[in-house]
């Protein structure tokens, strides 16, 4: 019986020994590509996108120098972690780590600053004249003559334009009987004006082949806050005739319209009823051809671009192009998320909508206020010729206070049924003040 116990430890050692010495498989080395934001303000919580490769659910993100945060895995190329408001300021690394020990750091990957807290901004929207159509009374300008010219202008903003005024500098055309100023008065949203103006060709168009016309408009709001506009309009310039039989008298053609299509971004909505530094947002647009002919292969570039080797202007001249370049545009306070700016709308026909959708994200350093996002629209009509609209948006940021509600003393033994009082004290842990205008109350 000694004998079979000794054999019987003899193999549990041995067993023992062979898993503490069987090779355990190893992770891959994580790795760090970027931080994003990588500027934050100390006085908000921010959440942090870190990319990079060889991630696993059980990673820990590491802002050394201050401690681990709290974080969510996405993918094997993606972590967010959750960055408390009062960081002190500074410049930090951030570090990944696996349950097996390994890690990745990444050296100056995020700066902390202050803040000093702005007023949140009123909503406001504003009104947006843009060209519908032109013409004048003769196809092609002779130089040296009498002409009327007519201007259709739509309100593409959310609210009515004021005080309308439209100012035409001498240039190739000279403005005759009312010295080249028209007022239009009031177009509400969504609404037309037209109005004509008597002109005279110069004769310096002798021997050109386009003649420009720059008109000016100036209107308000209801609040009275001043918009400009400045439309550059082209018309084609009538050859000399060679010399030959006497030309023959012949009734003078009625002027057409330009056929066109014209892309106008009728509303937007964001999913997120206040935009907050550091947050993520759905921006919806409805778009809209108030042109009178179709666009096709339509492209929106959020933050501004271009249709290469177009000639972008409201007058609809065009040269053939190929490609599209969204690189250059605008992105200090909003920046796509998890898909580049451009996105391929299809065709739009003359008079419908479409919607377009882009996830972006507000900047951590940016402050509260209101700041415009430039639209870019490339697209071509039926006859392949190509065009870039470019808008504008507002966007609001807010920086809502943030609260703290705790006991400012020990509340003592608490008894049932008997009436006692809670020493509670509010404090505003942010820097911008609540709509009580609160900020430490006692109990």
């Known amino acids: 019986m000694e004998r079979v116990s000794t054999v019987r430890k003899t193999l549990l050692i041995l067993l023992t020994l062979g898993l503490l010495l069987t090779p355990r498989p190893a992770w891959a080395a994580p790795t760090i590509t970027s931080v994003q934001p990588n500027a934050v303000s100390s006085a908000n919580a921010v959440t942090l996108v870190v990319t990079g490769a060889g991630f696993t659910n059980d990673a820990v993100v590491v802002v050394e120098g201050y401690g681990a945060l709290g974080t969510t895995f996405v993918s094997a190329t993606v972590l967010t972690a959750a960055l408390p408001a009062g960081v002190p300021t500074g410049v930090y690394a951030v570090t990944v780590i696996l349950s097996d020990a390994s890690s990745a750091t990444l050296p100056n990957a995020l700066t902390v600053t202050g803040s000093t807290a702005t007023p949140a901004p009123t909503a406001f929207a504003r009104p947006l004249l843009v060209v519908q159509s032109y013409g004048a009374s003769s196809v092609e300008i002779p130089p040296g003559v009498d002409l ?24 190739d055309f000279v403005p005759r009987v009312t010295g080249g100023v028209r007022a239009i008065g009031t177009v509400d949203p969504g609404q037309t004006a037209r109005f004509f103006q008597p002109l005279a060709s110069s004769v310096s168009l002798a021997g050109k082949t386009i003649a420009t016309l720059e008109v000016k408009v100036s209107y308000t709001d209801a609040n009275g806050t001043p918009y400009n506009e400045t439309f550059t309009l082209t018309f084609p310039v009538a050859q ?18 330009a ?36 666009a096709k292969r339509v492209t929106v570039i959020v933050g501004g671009g271009t249709s290469a080797g177009t000639t972008t202007g409201a007058s609809g001249t065009a040269q053939p192009g190929g490609g599209v370049s969204g690189a250059s545009g605008e992105f200090a306070n909003f920046a796509p998320l998890n898909s580049s700016n451009v996105q391929f709308l299809g065709d739009l026909a003359a008079g419908a909508s479409i919607t377009a959708q882009q996830i972006l994200i507000v900047n951590a350093s940016t402050k509260p206020g209101a700041y415009t996002l430039k639209l870019s629209f490339a697209y071509t009509d039926d006859k392949n010729s190509s065009f870039t609209d470019d808008q504008v948006g507002t966007l609001l940021v807010y920086q809502p206070p943030l609260l703290d509600l705790s006991f400012y003393r020990d509340p003592g033994p608490l008894f049932a049924g008997q009436p006692n009082s809670l020493p509670l004290q509010v404090v505003n842990l942010g820097r911008s003040v609540p709509p009580s205008g609160c900020g430490s109350c006692g109990d």
């Not at 971004?265 to 993520?280: A, F, I, N």
């Open 240 to 257: 000399p005739q060679r010399s030959g039989p006497a030309a023959t008298a012949t009734p003078t053609p009625t002027a057409r319209p």
């Open 148 to 171: 009327d010219f007519e201007m259709t202008l739509v309100n593409a903003g959310q609210s009515t334009a004021t005080n309308i005024v439209a100012t035409f500098p001498s240039g």
């Open 259 to 294: 056929l066109r299509p014209q892309l106008v971004v009728t509303s937007s909505s964001t999913d997120v009823s206040q935009l907050q530094p550091g947050g993520r947002f759905m921006l919806n647009l409805s778009v809209q051809n108030v042109g009178n002919a179709n």
